[in-house]
């Protein structure tokens, strides 16, 4: 299946209108391609997974998370999955598709899918995701095997503010302590890796909101300042249509990680798609970055 395949021409031209322009009015463009994409993933497989909702994994009311199994799963490896949202808004569901489209495709891969959410700004402030991400761990490492996962091969994807806060997790020393993360991987789609308010970034507000407002701290706080130090296999995806700086950043941690171990992580430009599409496509026919992700997986189970 090729890029952007499994979409009709209309929706295909309006990707390509869209692409170059995708930073000047987010939103609108969110909503067009989550629109592009409903009849896709309403369609798509899910008869052979079941779902179990808002497990509690933390005493707060949005420190629950979605199970997603196979009837028969036993000893699969556990995919947590930590949607976005500029660290102020987004639910781990949107709509009954996004994001559960990421769970279910795994979940058809003979993973367990962990769908998690987690406190927001501005009433939680870094490091909370984080936090929450080890908390969601720490639930997935005691309960994975009561639902047919293997609790020694627990992998983390992040989305957008959800891959800040599981670099977060896994990289930065003032959240992971002196144990370390107890995970076997990362997957990183279109992470916000810095904390930055730069004039062309369009969500600096929602940075602030999170990290605050001495922007002189912005950098101790950035997970990409830390991810050198780690040995922690990763796989960072960007999109050919990102954010503003997102891209830049994904590429920046690559190169400190590849410099540091003298080896390159895996790393995937997806061609086409933006910041949105490269979560709403998966559990669709266009299985591009599904594959290399899996791939991945397997490579580090």
């Known amino acids: 299946m090729e890029v952007l395949g499994n979409l009709p021409a209309p929706a295909r031209r309006q990707f390509a209108e869209i692409g170059p322009v995708w930073g000047r009015d987010i939103p609108r463009h969110r909503d067009l391609v989550l629109q592009l994409y409903r009849p896709l993933l309403a369609a798509a497989p899910k008869s052979d997974v079941r779902v179990i909702r808002d497990i509690a994994y933390g005493a707060d009311p949005r420190q629950v998370l979605d199970v997603y199994r196979q009837p028969s799963a036993s000893g699969a490896p556990v995919v947590i999955f930590v949607h976005g949202g500029a660290f102020v808004r987004g639910d781990k569901d949107i709509d009954g598709e996004v994001y559960a489209n990421v769970l279910y495709y795994f979940a058809r891969h003979d993973f367990l899918g962990l769908n998690m959410e987690y406190r927001r700004a501005?009433?939680?402030?870094?490091?909370?995701?984080?936090?929450?991400?080890?908390?969601?761990?720490?639930?997935?490492?005691?309960?994975?095997?009561?639902?047919?996962?293997?609790?020694?091969?627990?992998?983390?994807?992040?989305?957008?503010?959800?891959?800040?806060?599981?670099?977060?997790?896994?990289?930065?020393?003032?959240?992971?302590?002196?144990?370390?993360?107890?995970?076997?991987?990362?997957?990183?789609?279109?992470?916000?890796?810095?904390?930055?308010?730069?004039?062309?970034?369009?969500?600096?507000?929602?940075?602030?909101?999170?990290?605050?407002?001495?922007?002189?701290?912005?950098?101790?706080?950035?997970?990409?300042?830390?991810?050198?130090?780690?040995?922690?296999?990763?796989?960072?995806?960007?999109?050919?249509?990102?954010?503003?700086?997102?891209?830049?950043?994904?590429?920046?941690?690559?190169?400190?990680?590849?410099?540091?171990?003298?080896?390159?992580?895996?790393?995937?430009?997806?061609?086409?798609?933006?910041?949105?599409?490269?979560?709403?496509?998966?559990?669709?026919?266009?299985?591009?970055?599904?594959?290399?992700?899996?791939?991945?997986?397997?490579?580090?189970?």
């Open 122 to 301: 501005p009433e939680f402030k870094y490091p909370c995701g984080g936090q929450d991400v080890a908390a969601a761990v720490d639930w997935a490492r005691r309960h994975a095997r009561e639902h047919g996962g293997d609790p020694e091969r627990i992998f983390l994807v992040g989305h957008s503010a959800g891959g800040t806060h599981v670099a977060t997790y896994a990289y930065d020393p003032a959240v992971r302590g002196l144990v370390g993360p107890e995970v076997k991987g990362l997957v990183l789609l279109s992470a916000r890796l810095r904390a930055d308010a730069l004039p062309g970034n369009p969500n600096a507000d929602a940075v602030r909101a999170y990290f605050g407002s001495d922007e002189s701290k912005y950098d101790q706080l950035s997970p990409v300042m830390h991810g050198a130090s780690s040995s922690l296999p990763v796989f960072i995806a960007i999109a050919e249509y990102e954010n503003p700086y997102l891209d830049v950043y994904g590429a920046e941690l690559f190169f400190r990680i590849a410099a540091a171990r003298g080896r390159a992580p895996r790393f995937l430009r997806l061609p086409r798609h933006n910041h949105i599409s490269i979560v709403a496509h998966l559990n669709t026919e266009e299985d591009i970055l599904g594959a290399e992700i899996r791939d991945f997986l397997a490579t580090e189970c």
